[in-house]
């Protein structure tokens, strides 16, 4: 173990820092976000079975973990062993290429839908310190630039898929979805525009830093020092996580406004030629974003993974204090999973022009606006 | 018929008493479901399929299987009719051949050597009961059928008599006595 520290002490900082984000990336990729993104579907199904009065699944079972007394049969009962069931079912099902799509792009659709989602983690800062190291994979200076052009790329695979499929049902998914998220990142991206005129910076590490400081901007009074301005600057910031908050709905095309999919009228949308694995990288794709939606909510507007209460708004200066922060922040994300999750089980579907109405004619109005009163009251405050 | 719609006030167009009463109603089958255990399956019935089995009404059409006499001798007479009256041809009927084996009981000239239903393609529409003279064949209440291969869906004469059980009594000639009966005392008196 020494000989082992001293060959890591004698590498060359590069070196040492390669190897650290490449932990972290396959770290995050494949311990965090695809268990994450397979729970969040069992998550799903439960949720939905509880609301609509049935059970979920309560079958699947591993041969020796499952036969554990009392333990074992729980777990069944809560659907544990389910996500390893579908997986490996999308994997051995048939893959079926229907003749008339157009292949390459049939083929290239889920990944593009896919890789996105993944990416835009990256700038996400999940903890704040863990050892020397920073918990986060890129800690760009641009982070929400880069957010939101990542994420504006998942609209590609939709469409592409919808065209690839060269069929109606898709096809009309396709146009939907781009029209829908086109409309809706004006509004998102307007959206956030005051809470970078308040804290000055796009760096997400140092938006989390100034509302461990200054308070939560959706609560202000999540600070250990309140400030008469951020309380002033509240409904401002109501209103600014409101329109994030729906707009992050119709990015991820979830319920009430999943109308590229739309099973009852487009049969299954963009996704009805895809089977197999393909059709499970589309699912993953959605997850992943609505896991994205939550983290992008949970930086900007509420605090991250800061903590106004034991000293945890402070960057952990220790190796519990900096689990204790990665800690915070998943459990801030699944709360917002559950809504994005309990939403699809409660609202029904807009109807199109209902949705593009309240994209353009409610949404950018209001963001505009929210801009210019959110600057007046900064003018007077500061 | 025209339908009123009523403009919408202002809280309703702001759709957050909407968003309120979802909350409320899927809170509390939520609620229910969890902590009281209020289920569709434990409300309704006893308990999930596979462990508590459905009652199955009186009167269900489920797989149609060939029935046995009273003494245990083959009732269908392989007279085909189910054979060609079968929609989705799921019924196939091997005659007996001139040297193959005479009928197992009295009052019938000939049994089937093979009969098969074909379960893949049978759609338990009763047409075969409906025809079959003799009263053979009836749908029964098997409604889970399974099986690893194609193969094992094809019913065999065999295992359709062994599924099938007893139908009490040859009923075909109490009905056509009665039959004849109502024919001899004609409803309608001619003057």
């Known amino acids: 173990m020494d000989s082992l520290l001293q060959h890591w002490n004698s590498l060359a900082p590069l070196t040492q820092s390669v190897v650290f984000s490449t932990l972290k990336v396959l770290g995050v990729l494949f311990l965090a976000l695809l268990p994450m993104v397979a729970y969040s579907v069992l998550a799903e199904r439960k949720i939905s079975a509880f609301i609509q009065d049935r059970q979920g699944p309560n079958r699947a079972s591993l041969p020796l973990l499952g036969s554990i007394p009392i333990l074992g049969p729980l777990l069944t009962k809560l659907g544990i062993w389910q996500p390893l069931a579908d997986g490996v079912k999308s994997i051995l099902k048939e893959d079926f290429t229907p003749s008339y799509v157009r292949k390459a792009y049939f083929w290239l659709a889920p990944a593009i839908t896919l890789i996105p989602a993944f990416m835009t983690v990256g700038v996400i800062p999940f903890g704040s310190t863990l050892g020397s190291q920073k918990m986060v994979i890129a800690d760009l200076n641009v982070g929400i630039l880069y957010t939101f052009g990542i994420v504006s790329l998942g609209v590609y695979g939709i469409v592409l898929a919808g065209y690839a499929s060269n069929s109606k049902y898709p096809f009309l998914g396709g146009i939907r979805s781009t029209a829908q998220m086109i409309s809706y990142e004006l509004a998102m991206g307007m959206s956030v525009i005051p809470v970078f005129m308040i804290i000055g910076k796009l760096n997400l590490s140092d938006i989390i830093t100034h509302q461990a400081q200054h308070g939560w901007m959706a609560l202000p009074f999540m600070a250990t020092q309140q400030t008469f301005a951020s309380y002033l600057l509240w409904p401002c910031m109501i209103v600014s996580f409101g329109i994030f908050l729906v707009s992050a709905f119709a990015e991820t095309n979830r319920l009430p406004f999943d109308l590229p999919e739309s099973e009852t009228e487009l049969v299954a949308g963009y996704n009805t030629e895809y089977s197999s694995m393909k059709f499970a990288l589309f699912f993953m794709g959605e997850y992943a974003s609505m896991i994205t939606a939550s983290c992008m909510m949970v930086v900007l507007f509420f605090g991250g993974w800061s903590l106004p209460f034991f000293g945890l708004d402070q960057p952990a200066t220790s190796i519990i204090g900096g689990l204790a922060h990665i800690a915070i922040f998943v459990a801030k994300i699944l709360f917002f999973m559950v809504v994005f999750i309990w939403v699809r089980w409660m609202l029904p579907r807009f109807r199109y022009d209902q949705l593009m109405d309240l994209g353009w004619r409610r949404f950018i109005p209001v963001a505009l606006a929210n801009i210019l009163v959110t600057a007046v009251v900064m003018y007077f405050v500061r | ?191």
Not at chain 2, 11 to 37: A, D
Not at chain 2, 76 to 91: G, N, T
Not at chain 2, 119 to 136: S, T
């Open chain 2, 1 to 191: 018929m025209i339908v009123d719609r009523k403009p919408l006030s202002f809280w309703e167009r702001m759709y957050l008493p909407s968003i309120w009463g979802g909350l409320k109603i899927t809170s509390k089958h939520f609620y229910n479901t969890v902590f009281k255990g209020q289920t569709g399956g434990n409300t309704l019935s006893k308990g999930y399929y596979p462990e508590t089995k459905w009652d199955v009404a009186e009167g269900y059409r489920g797989a149609p299987y060939l029935v046995k006499d009273q003494d245990g001798a083959t009732k269908c007479v392989s007279c085909q009719l189910c054979e060609f009256v079968c929609p989705p041809k799921a019924i196939k009927i091997t005659p007996p051949g001139a040297d193959s084996q005479s009928a197992d009981r009295k009052n019938a000239e000939k049994m089937p050597r093979e009969f098969e239903i074909n379960m893949l393609r049978c759609i338990f529409c009763g047409f075969c009961q409906e025809v079959c003279p003799e009263e053979a064949i009836f749908l029964q209440k098997d409604y889970s059928l399974t099986g690893l291969a194609r193969g094992e869906m094809i019913f065999n004469k065999e295992k359709l008599l062994s599924l099938g059980g007893t139908s009490g009594g040859i009923q075909k000639w109490k009905h056509k006595l009665e039959e004849a009966k109502e024919q001899e005392v004609f409803p309608v008196e001619t003057k």
